[in-house]
């Protein structure tokens, strides 16, 4: 008879164990959705050094004070080089390039760095008006493209306008385009 007994606390206690293993096991589910859904949305706050404004970066989105920051970096890593800093430049805009246009970025780019390099040609350009549109994920910048041979001979110093598609990916901004706008 005590055995029977004991072996029913035993089934008992075996029941009430994995009562509790499920209730963690719910409960880890729970925890690791909600933390998923915090940092996926989570809202990070930069306040660079040389930027009066503050701006913000969640999963998919930014501020238009990031993406004006954004647009002349990128504008100034494409349009600015010399015959000895055009590879440079270039390499370090592709780390902006998304996935999809990567290869037609550094195949373009490495084909214009040869001319550049050749050709001794200077280029640079100054923004004066960036606009955003978050609709279609573009911004446009406009300002005077200068251009010119190691003999300072201005090849070009005209009013130019550039469109660039990005797309931001984990908080992260990524180029998808930068194309010539033609008036």
Known sequence: KRYLEEKENLKQSNKLLKFFVVIIGIAVIINTFIVYTLTKNQKTVIIPPIYSDQYFITGSD????????????????????????????????????SPDSFTKFKDTLYILADKVETGQVSSSFYPNRVKINRGEKSIEVEGVLDQYTQGKQFITNESKRYRIQYEIINGFFRVKSFEEVKS
């Open 62 to 97: 930014a501020s238009d004070e990031y993406l004006y920051s954004m647009a002349k970096f990128v504008s100034f890593l494409i349009l600015n080089y010399n015959p000895g800093t055009v590879r440079t430049q270039f390499n370090h805009f592709l780390k902006f390039c």
